[in-house]
Nanobody, 122 residues
Framework: VQLQASGGGLVQPGGSLRLSCAAS????????MAWHRQAPGKQRELVAT???????NYSDSVKGRFTISRDNAKNTVDLQMNSLKPDDTAVYYC?????????????????WGQGTLVTVSS
């Protein structure tokens, strides 16, 4: 079971980028999904979350510019990033509560993707 993130890259200020993250493996369910980011020399911060019912929440720094969405049939979560700023430069990580079987019965565990670098620069 793993989360695989993709879609990072170099973009100019004001540009857009879409990140995707897919959960794979024997999964019995997915609860909350989220994107976090960590800029150089800074602590990791929560960017956006989405519940299994589609309720979203955003950090103040990205509200109105980023949109998180998920496809429950495909076990994916995306982050559409518009009006990007140099301050958005960071490694972005997807995160999800995945219901998997490790011992006697399936239960939720916290999983993280490997991170994808987003660089906003002219």
């Amino acid at each position: 079971v793993q989360l695989q993130a993709s879609g990072g890259g170099l973009v100019q200020p004001g540009g857009s980028l879409r990140l995707s993250c897919a959960a794979s493996g024997p999964i019995f369910g997915i609860a909350d999904m989220a994107w976090h980011r960590q800029a150089p020399g800074k602590q990791r911060e929560l960017v956006a979350t989405i519940t299994s019912d589609g309720i979203t929440n955003y950090s103040d720094s990205v509200k109105g510019r980023f949109t998180i969405s998920r496809d429950n049939a495909k076990n994916t979560v995306d982050l559409q990033m518009n009006s990007l700023k140099p301050d958005d430069t960071a490694v972005y990580y997807c995160n999800a509560d995945l219901k998997v079987l490790r011992e006697t019965y399936p239960r939720y565990y916290d999983y993280w993707g490997q991170g994808t670098l987003v660089t906003v620069s002219s």
